[in-house]
């Protein structure tokens, strides 16, 4: 029973098991945070890898699987797989529309050829797509852009009255509010001095005014006019032309990762910005893409592949090295610029022989597993369709082009062992993280040891008393042994909702580094001041301790709110930048496993750092305790 009512009166009377406490919690808070933070980035990379590549990729580089659609027909017939598609992947250089120099406006990028409903269905396609709807500010700038081109045939499709209208609305927007409105004579001689460039002129300046011409044109004019983008009349098109590589009924269309583009700024809440305030929304533009065709596996460079495309939309998976880099574009588009399409193989020693069909062909064929069925069930049932694939093809004679045997380039992998190279050394460094970060432990066995030494000093005539009324030493032992174990606990749950905290807000602390907010400095270096105050008043008393205390603590305050205005004025700073890490936001999920196993790892080594403090208490001598002062 005392054991009990001593450790809660050593735990509640001083302030010195409170630093124990705190000590562990911080240990504690250390490690979950670290390692939570890598698991979770470990985790965004499986399931990165997962949605943008499937369950299961059959790859075959440069050449490419001929027959790839018998394959997926097969492959579909599989009770494991859910879905299937094609793609071809190709590297190759994107001139951008921007004039920002040579250097600024050509992009190196990998381009996937996909069929993007087949390829919505394997992968998180439809997701990543970040225009949904036109904003009022990209319908307006695409508004201008067609008038820009139109305006001759809206001029010839107006009557005299049209025009005279649309003259007084210019003469109003030109003139001051409080001025009087323009007179007759003055809209009848501006008409008769109109010609082409002046017209030019005159609808490049109302460009921007959208309503003022509606309301001069008729409704079959305004409709008219506005056909010549369908996403003007139908804003949500923008999100349909992504998902369907289609822009009225034409495939040259590209669509680019958010970050391929350097005029996109990400602000801090994860929307984005265009460059000179809307101006280079890349869907209102076309780009040039090359590449250098392959053929034979080994690449035929006889001359550079472009196509000129129609951005559509912009798609924005997480990972910041597939935003950077990768464009969506038709697979018909990739197969001719790389000469993987459809052809006829003529006889070597008779070019006017055409030997047969020279099928088109396919890079990489992702598959994607039914619900319920692992990554490496679905890869074995794959490696049996495809031997079936490879037996039947090869066994038809009308065949001229065999597909890879297994074995010679052609790999079928999970998605895990297709980023093996990557997420393996992850894994090692979350581990070596974790063993790293076990020091942790140590060192709060140590602060226990330290601080527990102490009370043990502190309390050597209580022990001399329990000593002399009879309290055994395994009873000394448990006393000092359970407040070891109790500060273990509350240190390690103190811990637990720290890093909770922490973890949980680390990507808005990150934004607090980045754009320091005024209030906290000031706050901070008011508290600061009141510190000061107080310390000042306590030290008028003689006391040392409180000058001492309260001049570490108002140190403390009027450095860190200092430090945050400073940093606020040199414009923050960014720790986790996109353009070095992986993805875009820091993980900020709770790794609950290493909680817990961290939490338990404290309580033992508190237990550990209490059991000498406690032996020694045991091996105090009453006699000796009792005259100890």
């Not at 705190?22 to 985790?43: D, E, K, R, Y």
């Not at 018998?70 to 494991?80: F, T």
């Not at 240190?491 to 602390?509: E, P, R």
Request: with cysteine; glycine share 8%.
């Amino acid at each position: 029973m005392y054991h009990a009512l001593l450790t809660n009166r050593y735990l509640t009377s001083r302030v010195i098991p409170l630093i124990a406490v705190a000590a562990v919690a911080l240990c504690v808070a250390l490690v979950i945070v670290v390692v939570s933070v890598m698991t979770g980035f470990l985790n965004m990379v499986k399931s990165s890898g997962r949605t943008l590549m499937g369950d299961v990729v059959v790859s075959y580089s440069f050449s490419g699987i001929p027959h790839y659609q018998r394959l997926i027909d097969r492959i579909l017939q599989l009770p494991e797989a859910a879905a299937a598609t094609p793609v071809v992947d190709g590297l190759g250089l994107l001139r951008m529309p921007y004039p920002q120099g040579p250097d600024k406006s050509i992009e190196g990028v990998s381009f996937w050829g996909i069929e993007p409903i087949s390829f919505a269905q394997v992968t998180g396609y439809e997701e990543t797509l970040y225009w949904k709807e036109l904003t009022t500010e990209q319908w307006n700038r695409l508004f201008g852009d067609v008038l820009t081109k139109r305006w001759s045939d809206v001029l010839n499709a107006m009557s005299e009255q049209q025009r005279i209208q649309l003259i007084q609305q210019a003469l109003k927007m030109d003139q001051d509010e409080a001025a009087t409105q323009p007179s007759e004579q003055e809209i009848q001689s501006r008409l008769a001095s109109m010609d082409q460039e002046r017209w030019r002129r005159l609808f490049s300046a109302v460009r921007t005014e959208p309503d003022m011409l509606k309301s001069v044109l008729t409704a079959e004019q305004w409709t008219s006019l506005l056909q010549h983008d369908e996403r003007l009349l139908n804003p949500g098109r923008v999100l349909e032309q992504g998902l369907t590589l289609q822009r009225g009924g034409d495939n040259k269309v590209i669509v680019l990762g958010m970050h391929v583009s350097e005029a996109n700024r990400r602000r801090s809440d994860g929307t984005y910005e265009q460059g000179a305030m809307g101006y280079w929304w890349m869907p209102r533009f076309e780009v040039l893409l090359q590449t250098i065709p392959t053929s034979g596996g080994l690449g035929d460079v006889e001359n550079v592949r472009s196509k000129i495309l129609q951005v559509v939309n912009e798609f924005v998976s997480g990972v910041f090295v597939i935003d950077d880099k990768r464009v969506m574009i038709p697979i018909e588009i990739a197969q001719e610029m790389l000469r993987l399409d459809a052809g006829q193989i003529m006889d070597e020693n008779d070019p006017t022989v055409v030997k047969g069909p020279d099928p088109a062909r396919a890079t990489l064929v992702l598959v994607r597993a039914k619900e319920g069925v692992t990554p490496e069930q679905l890869r074995e049932a794959v490696e049996n369709a495809y031997m079936a694939f490879w037996d039947e093809i090869d066994r038809d004679e009308t065949a001229v082009v065999k597909p890879p045997s297994p074995g010679l380039g052609l790999n079928i992998l999970t998605w895990l062992e297709q980023q093996a190279q990557f997420i393996g050394p992850v894994e090692k460094e979350r581990e070596l993280m974790r063993t790293i970060f076990s020091v942790v432990y140590v060192v709060c066995a140590a602060l226990v040891l330290s601080i527990f030494w102490a009370i043990v000093y502190e309390k050597t005539r209580d022990i001399g008393i329990l000593r002399s009324i009879g309290a055994s030493r395994s009873g000394i032992v448990w006393i000092f042994l359970r407040y070891g174990l109790v500060v273990g606990v509350i240190g390690s749950i103190v811990g637990l909702g720290l890093a909770f905290l922490v973890t949980h807000n680390i990507n808005g602390i990150h934004h607090a580094l980045a754009e320091p907010p005024l209030w906290l400095g000031i706050t901070i270096l008011a508290l600061g001041a009141a510190t000061v105050a107080t310390t000042i008043a306590l030290s008028l008393r003689g006391a040392l301790l409180p000058l001492v205390v309260g001049s570490l603590v108002s140190f403390v305050f009027l450095a860190l709110g200092t430090g945050i205005l400073l940093l606020r004025n040199a414009g923050g700073v960014l720790i986790w930048d996109p353009a070095v890490y992986y993805f875009s936001t820091i993980p900020n999920e709770l790794d609950m496993t290493t909680a817990i196993t961290t939490m338990i790892g404290a309580v033992i080594f508190s237990l550990i750092g209490a059991a000498v403090p406690a032996a020694k208490a045991a091996d105090t001598d009453p006699v000796k305790a009792l005259r100890y002062e």
